[in-house]
């Protein structure tokens, strides 16, 4: 079993920052295939950025560029930074975990996930 808990959720202005952690317990977040999705009002849940077993990441193409993910093996956390924030963005964010990367923007692909925490962009 692998717990997730994010934090760092907020509010900014567009054009601004964020950065979310995701501590992971139960497991090491490097052996599995660690994953950040968004779900808005109304809307699917969608992947956002994934890092695979390799630390190799993927991200989708509209945060491409703007968002980092990454992880800390001596903390093990998973991490989003976000940059250049718009209010599309706006979302709840939630951290995932799965065995394997076949399908790394796919919610089908994971099987532990956090509670989310919500982002909020202004414009």
């Known amino acids: 079993q692998v717990q997730l808990v994010e934090s760092g959720g907020g509010s900014v202005q567009g054009g601004g920052s964020l950065s979310l952690s995701c501590a992971v317990s139960?497991?090491?977040?490097?052996?599995?295939?660690m994953a950040w999705f968004r779900q808005a009002p109304g809307k699917e849940r969608e992947g956002v950025a994934v890092?695979?077993?390799?630390?190799?990441?993927t991200y989708a193409d509209d945060v491409a560029g703007r968002f980092t993910i990454s992880i800390d093996n001596a903390k093990n956390a998973l991490y989003l930074q976000m940059n250049t924030l718009k209010p599309e963005d706006t979302a709840v964010y939630y951290c995932?975990?799965?065995?394997?990367?076949?399908?790394?923007?796919?919610?089908?692909?994971?099987?532990?996930w956090g509670q989310g925490t919500q982002v909020t962009v202004s414009s």
């Open positions: 995932a975990a799965g065995a394997w990367c076949f399908s790394p923007l796919r919610s089908s692909n994971y099987n532990y």
């Open positions: 139960g497991n090491t977040a490097s052996r599995y295939c």
């Open positions: 890092i695979s077993l390799t630390g190799r990441p």
